[in-house]
């Protein structure tokens, strides 16, 4: 899929392909895990003015969002990728300590971007990187939840300070019914009963991760 990506990037393409400054690997992925759950990309991309338009309508009415284009044009309807779209959310996740492997760039060679997939070594101890900063409250949700998301990076205490502020606090409330955490992890957690509740879509914190009318999908 990787090898496939660079290609495409490097043979061109109509937008929003031409949009992308560059493609960066971060998470077991570059670790050399052989078997990862799915591949985490970050993207740099220009937003010009068709980009702008089509991303404000979709957070005022219900269009489309182009991430799901932009997508579409690097990885076909592949799946087994997590995407992280934009400079400002990448610099954010490497503020957070995340190492990123910057596998293309506008002007890359594509021999010199597949020597640096190539130049990843297989390391079968490689997996998930150690979540010690996960605050409790939220254990099993990264079996649902990218470790990327918005939801997973509230879960993580990056200083124990914070745990123990009377500013702040975490409490675990079960809500029946609603989700089966021990069902098997994929994009639909939640009942049919729970969809048929909320026809318009999801809460809307779900709903800005990818959530529409009930379902979700991962960038």
């Given at each position: 899929?990787?090898?496939?990506?660079?290609?495409?990037?490097?043979?061109?393409?109509?937008?929003?392909?031409?949009?992308?400054?560059?493609?960066?690997?971060?998470?077991?992925?570059?670790?050399?895990?052989?078997?990862?759950?799915?591949?985490?990309?970050?993207?740099?991309?220009?937003?010009?003015?068709?980009?702008?338009?089509?991303?404000?309508?979709?957070?005022?009415?219900?269009?489309?969002?182009?991430?799901?284009?932009?997508?579409?044009?690097?990885?076909?309807?592949?799946?087994?990728?997590?995407?992280?779209?934009?400079?400002?959310?990448?610099?954010?996740?490497?503020?957070?300590?995340?190492?990123?492997?910057?596998?293309?760039?506008?002007?890359?060679?594509?021999?010199?971007?597949?020597?640096?997939?190539?130049?990843?070594?297989?390391?079968?101890?490689?997996?998930?990187?150690?979540?010690?900063?996960?605050?409790?409250?939220?254990?099993?949700?990264?079996?649902?939840?990218?470790?990327?998301?918005?939801?997973?990076?509230?879960?993580?205490?990056?200083?124990?300070?914070?745990?123990?502020?009377?500013?702040?606090s975490l409490t675990a409330s079960p809500l029946?019914?609603?989700?089966?955490?021990?069902?098997?992890?994929?994009?639909?957690?939640?009942?049919?009963?729970?969809?048929?509740?909320?026809?318009?879509?999801?809460?809307?914190?779900?709903?800005?991760?990818?959530?529409?009318?009930?379902?979700?999908?991962?960038?």
């Amino acid at each position: 899929m990787l090898k496939e990506m660079l290609q495409r990037l490097d043979a061109g393409g109509p937008w929003p392909l031409e949009l992308v400054d560059a493609v960066y690997v971060f998470g077991s992925s570059a670790r050399g895990a052989l078997e990862p759950n799915d591949v985490d990309l970050a993207v740099d991309f220009r937003q010009d003015e068709a980009m702008r338009q089509r991303l404000i309508a979709y957070l005022v009415s219900s269009g489309r969002d182009p991430r799901i284009d932009l997508r579409q044009a690097l990885i076909g309807r592949k799946r087994g990728a997590q995407f992280q779209f934009g400079a400002a959310e990448r610099e954010r996740l490497e503020g957070d300590g995340v190492v990123m492997l910057r596998l293309w760039s506008r002007g890359m060679p594509l021999a010199a971007a597949l020597a640096v997939l190539d130049g990843i070594q297989e390391d079968p101890e490689a997996g998930r990187a150690q979540r010690d900063d996960m605050a409790e409250e939220f254990e099993g949700w990264d079996r649902y939840i990218p470790q990327t998301s918005s939801v997973a990076r509230l879960g993580r205490v990056s200083h124990p300070a914070a745990r123990n502020s009377s500013f702040s606090s975490l409490t675990a409330s079960p809500l029946a019914g609603l989700f089966d955490m021990s069902a098997p992890a994929g994009p639909h957690i939640l009942p049919a009963t729970t969809r048929m509740r909320w026809p318009s879509a999801c809460p809307r914190a779900v709903v800005k991760s990818g959530c529409r009318g009930g379902q979700s999908s991962n960038w």
